[in-house]
């Protein structure tokens, strides 16, 4: 099982930008995604991004041109660069990794195996 840490959650105002990091213990090839999920306040989890093995990313339609996940493969960080924030982009956001996905598609906080403590996004308007 991956250890997954998420940090650079910060409070900012609305068209601020944050940058989040996710160190991951160890490089699992059981995993084919990885992906970002968040909770705001008395809402559901749900999936912001995700990217597979490939490269490919996916993400919810209300961060599209504003968010971008990327990884570095030889330190095994995960990262969320957020652009334009907006105050309903505020949540608890959690790094995640699944053993099966689809390449291109956006998954679920559910779909995902396994996941590390979150880190707070705070935007005001």
């Known amino acids: 099982q991956v250890q997954l840490r998420a940090s650079g959650g910060d409070s900012v105002e609305a068209g601020g930008s944050l940058r989040l990091s996710c160190a991951a213990s160890?490089?699992?090839?059981?995993?084919?995604?990885l992906g970002w999920f968040r909770q705001a306040p008395q809402k559901g989890r749900e999936g912001v991004a995700t990217?597979?093995?490939?490269?490919?990313?996916s993400y919810r339609m209300s961060v599209k041109e504003r968010f971008t996940i990327s990884q570095d493969y030889t330190k095994n960080i995960l990262f969320l660069q957020m652009d334009s924030l907006k105050p309903e982009d505020t949540a608890m956001y959690y790094c995640?990794?699944?053993?099966?996905?689809?390449?291109?598609?956006?998954?679920?906080?559910?779909?995902?195996?396994?996941w590390g403590q979150g880190t707070q996004v705070t935007v005001s308007s």
């Open positions: 995640a990794a699944a053993r099966f996905c689809v390449a291109g598609a956006l998954l679920s906080a559910r779909e995902y195996d396994d």
């Open positions: 160890t490089y699992s090839a059981r995993y084919h995604c």
């Open positions: 990217i597979s093995r490939d490269g490919t990313t």
